[in-house]
């Protein structure tokens, strides 16, 4: 019988057919990458790092991860043991960090979060019910994770990063009833057919779960009949140009800007927090008023951090004169007060571009609603009802902001090379030339002769 694993209890806890699926149908490939857990290897790292240990190594799988572990306690422990693997019956934990402080045993779980969110407690005191039972002595249950309010102020010296946040009296609170929950999800992955449970706000809290695609496969589409705007909930197609007046008055030249950006648990450039959204890339089309379009782009993969270089780049071939679009222009409005406050030298330049931008969603949320939209006003949802040719899903390797900063990733961490490393770059660049020329049809879909 398989064992109740940290993962498993979690899952369980989010949803009884989640713990199921996860144990005796998982997904074939599953999908192994994410900003968030990109972000949560990050940080392990730097915890790895700052506390110098024994670790305990997973690459042979769990029944060696417990068999090292055992030994390691056998010979007395390590005042900093990380990746420590106990078993007790059916449940099987690996503790992010076990350490001895002042005579007390600690059990530290490292969350990449900025504070300590409800599913922390469940996650540290399944830890600690295994731990305990399986007798490994913990006094007290910390979480370790992100200070948001810290500042890189020199390379490589990070004090200040890690926050430690006692969760010993919430999770003391919680073990009583643990054990017997624990031992019902063991039951349901014994289960010889996936318990039925309906989609429900549990798909998405506390995480998304991997399922959606297949428990969505023949459930009917999603009801819009109570959606708040009557536009969505008549199903039909509307379209007031009228109320894109805004933009037939907007004067030329017309830019169209989008910023890709990337955000760090464990801050790289000199002056940034954990998790600003750092911009390493754009695009811009450039519309003049004879319809003439021009396109001008910047990725940084090696030279990231120089945001100057990025910043100057720009500033070359936005227009002095005219309006600057963007879709959701608060994000564009933010990338470029960052850029200002990081290069004081384009500050003024930087800010009197923010101030020209104009926002493409507010304007397209009034005037136009497609019912393939589906309720939704998010650019990769309207612009296949304007421009069929421009569909994100036919581009390669590259299609939403989390793939770019993931290619992003890969490329600046070495991770691929040779043809595959152009083809990424290529990848990425293509997708926000994409963003900005979605834009350019937008506007001139919208701003048409009624
Ligand atoms: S998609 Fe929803 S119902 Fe299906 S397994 Fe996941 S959480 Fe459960």
Same mark, same amino acid.
């Given at each position: 019988m398989a064992w109740l694993t940290k993962s498993r209890f979690m899952a369980g806890r989010q949803c009884a057919k989640r713990l199921w699926f996860e144990v005796? $149908?998982?997904?074939?490939?599953?999908? =192994? +990458?994410s900003m968030p857990l990109r972000q949560g290897r990050a940080f392990d790292e730097f915890v790895r790092a700052l506390w110098p240990g024994r670790v305990i190594a997973r690459g042979r799988g769990m029944p060696a991860a417990i068999a090292e572990t055992s030994r390691v306690f056998a010979a007395g422990g390590a005042p900093v043991l990380h990746q420590a693997a106990v078993r007790h019956g059916d449940f099987a934990v690996i503790a992010d960090v076990l350490r001895r402080d002042r005579g007390e045993s600690q059990l530290i779980e490292v969350k990449a979060s900025t504070s300590v969110k409800p599913e922390h407690l469940p996650d540290a005191a399944f830890q600690a019910l295994v731990m305990r039972s399986a007798q490994v002595a913990v006094d007290r249950v910390l979480l370790g994770h992100v200070n948001? @309010?810290?500042?890189?102020? !020199? =390379?490589?010296?990070? +004090?200040? %990063?890690l926050v430690e946040a006692d969760l010993t009296p919430q999770v003391e609170a919680l073990l009583p009833t643990l054990g017997e929950q624990a031992v019902a999800l063991h039951r349901v992955m014994a289960l010889r057919a996936a318990p039925d449970v309906a989609m429900g706000? @549990?798909? *998405?809290?506390p995480y998304d779960c991997p399922f959606i695609e297949r428990c969505a496969r023949? #459930?009917?589409?999603? +009801?819009?009949?109570? *959606? !708040? +705007?009557e536009r969505v909930r008549a199903g039909a197609v509307f379209l007031d140009r009228g109320a894109a007046a805004e933009l037939r008055e907007a004067p030329y030249p017309h830019s169209f800007l989008d910023f890709e950006t990337i955000a760090l648990a464990?801050?790289?450039?000199?002056g940034t927090r954990p998790y600003e959204q750092l911009p390493f890339q754009w695009s811009l089309h450039v519309e003049q008023a004879s319809g003439e379009v021009s396109h001008g782009e910047y990725l940084a993969i090696?030279?990231?951090? /120089?945001f100057d270089a990025l910043a100057s780049a720009l500033l070359e071939v936005v227009p002095a004169q005219g309006s600057v679009f963007a879709y959701n222009a608060g994000f564009e409005a933010r990338a470029l007060a960052l850029l200002a406050r990081l290069c004081p030298a384009h500050a003024t330049r930087l800010h009197a571009l923010a101030a020209r931008l104009i926002d493409l969603l507010p304007i397209t949320r009034r005037a136009y609603y497609h019912p393939r939209m589906q309720g939704s006003w998010s650019l990769k949802a309207v612009i296949p009802t304007i421009a069929? /040719? %421009? #569909?994100?899903? $036919?581009?390669? /390797?590259? !299609?939403d902001g989390e793939g770019a900063q993931l290619a992003f990733l890969d490329l600046r961490e070495g991770r691929v090379d040779g043809s595959r490393r152009a083809a990424l770059t290529k990848a990425m660049l293509d997708y926000c030339r994409q963003d900005t020329w979605s834009l350019v049809q937008l506007a001139r879909f919208l701003s048409a002769a009624a």
């Open positions: 005796n $149908e998982p997904l074939e490939a599953h999908a =192994a +990458d948001n @309010q810290f500042t890189l102020e !020199r =390379a490589g010296e990070f +004090d200040g %990063l706000p @549990q798909c *998405h809290l023949g #459930a009917a589409p999603a +009801d819009l009949s109570t *959606h !708040r +705007d464990v801050p790289e450039v000199v090696e030279a990231f951090g /120089d069929p /040719d %421009l #569909a994100y899903g $036919e581009l390669a /390797d590259v !299609r």
